[in-house]
């Protein structure tokens, strides 16, 4: 009972997920939205970006989603970008929802 | 846009939680597959939040959890080999197998080293030519890519001293046993949102035919979550069997292509055993032939030992399937913590056991 009325959704959710900088977190298994903030190499099978998780920077591999751009937003997964974000669709299931419940959300 | 905090926003959390509330006519049992969502479930309280309408059984899909003893039999062997590296991610260190973990091995004489992802084995392999590099290859088919692209990185850059000790895992299959089970209990299904990003969910559509069952799509931030669940509630509540997306940002029909065809070049679908379970028909990716040269398996000849667990006090194949509730076994916070697991339920980032002992053992940090 205790988590949900203090709101424990809220903060530091992520805290034990983000990946660190000099790559000594080794769990592979949760997903995480960071941001591309640029590409480091392009070469099919071998691409790697620079990607951004909450201030944090990190080297990911990009094989799976190489047409991604700078400044889209990639889900990571062990160290490799999964899938791009679908932007269009997450504000229109955002949209529902605040209509539904009438919120203003964040932006 | 972050793609995190709009998803935990309280004002949805709290309205969907009071529409589940409201259209509930009985308790409803829905499994999340992913241990992922289960920790995210148990961390912000929706379970205690929906206990008098829904009950959440927590799913299988923790591959360090499933991993058979026997992968990690094999790993440990490996690794006292001479002039041999194993390579794996950081959180199956500390599973159990058998005869200890690999982190017990790697006190002793194994070789092991924790990795980020199985590229970075590949680069080991390039740095320490004398060495044979293995990668333990675990995860479901969310790993099994990085996997797949490593192998054929090694082939391009012509490593030869790199192969892998393959155990991916295949997560609808178990969902099939579970669901055909004489004692499932489960009535809906919250999939694995990060698995659909690459496989896509079109599969997913022959399961909820054969088991008339609702199947939400469903992703990880709380809003996810209590979506996927109200989607399922609704469905049972009006007798119906659909097959739904509910985590559109990121899965799409078809899922991720680049990464479908990179794993068709490289495994095949196979038998496999799940610890706590059985051999699961099709539960499993295993190399394709023409890969043999990046097989551990081929290349030192290993048995494939099909070693029985150990019987202790833990529980965990129960609370694999769904079966009991990790505070229902008698180790759980007393022989069984995260700093002396019984069981990987207990060890995994993903693991039931550990997620009850992080947000429901009242004596706990």
């Not at chain 1, 400044?71 to 504000?91: E, F």
């Not at chain 2, 591959?63 to 058979?68: G, K």
């Not at chain 2, 969910?201 to 399961?207: I, L, N």
């Not at chain 2, 965990?316 to 180790?331: D, N, W």
């Amino acid at each position: 009972m205790a988590a949900w009325q203090q709101g424990n959704w809220q903060s530091g959710l992520h805290e034990h997920c983000k990946p660190t900088g000099a790559g000594e977190k080794t769990t592979m298994c949760l997903g995480v939205p960071g941001k591309v903030v640029g590409w480091i190499d392009r070469t099919p099978l071998f691409s790697k970006a620079e990607i951004e998780f909450e201030g944090v920077r990190k080297v990911c591999h990009m094989a799976c989603v190489e047409d991604a751009e700078i400044g889209d937003y990639v889900i990571v997964h062990a160290g490799m970008a999964i899938c791009r974000i679908d932007t269009q669709a997450a504000l229109l299931q955002l949209d529902t929802l605040q209509r539904l419940f009438n919120s203003t959300g964040e932006t | 846009m972050k793609y995190l905090s709009e998803y935990r926003d309280p004002k949805h959390a709290h309205g969907l939680v009071d529409r589940i509330r409201e259209i509930s006519t009985q308790r409803w049992t829905i499994m999340e597959v992913c241990g992922g969502q289960t920790h995210a479930l148990l961390r912000s309280g929706i379970d205690e939040a929906l206990s008098e309408c829904v009950e959440l059984i927590h799913g299988p899909g923790c591959p360090v959890c499933v991993t058979p003893a026997s992968a990690i039999h094999n790993a440990i062997h490996l690794s006292m080999r001479p002039q041999t590296l194993v390579a794996t991610f950081g959180d199956m260190l500390r599973v159990p197998g058998n005869h200890g973990s690999l982190l017990d091995a790697q006190a002793g004489k194994g070789n092991i080293k924790a990795v980020y992802s199985p590229m970075d084995a590949v680069q080991l392999a390039r740095k320490n030519p004398e060495q044979e590099v293995v990668f333990l290859a675990v995860g479901f088919e969310t790993t099994a890519p990085a996997t797949a692209i490593a192998i054929l990185q090694a082939a391009q850059l012509k490593v030869k001293n790199f192969s892998v000790l393959c155990s991916h895992v295949c997560v609808l299959p178990a969902m099939k046993l579970l669901a055909a089970s004489k004692q499932n209990r489960v009535q809906g299904f919250l999939a694995a949102g990060h698995v659909c990003t690459l496989t896509g969910f079109e599969e997913y559509a022959g399961f909820v035919e054969q088991f008339q069952m609702p199947v939400a799509v469903t992703g990880f931030e709380p809003t996810d979550l209590l979506v996927g669940i109200l989607e399922v509630v609704t469905q049972l509540e009006q007798q119906q069997a659909n097959l739904i997306n509910c985590y559109p940002r990121a899965v799409k029909r078809n899922g991720n292509h680049s990464a479908r065809q990179i794993c068709e070049q490289i495994f095949d679908v196979t038998n496999r055993r799940w610890r706590g379970m059985q051999v699961i028909p099709n539960g499993g990716l295993c190399l394709k032939s023409q890969w043999a040269a990046y097989d551990a398996e081929l290349k030192f000849s290993l048995s494939d030992v099909d070693q029985q667990e150990i019987q202790t006090e833990c529980r965990s194949g129960e609370v694999l399937t769904g079966t009991i509730k990790p505070s229902e076994c008698s180790a759980f916070g007393n022989q069984c913590t995260p700093q002396t697991p019984l069981g990987a339920p207990m060890v995994s980032t993903e693991g039931a056991c550990a997620a009850y002992y992080r947000y429901r053992n009242n004596n706990s940090d």
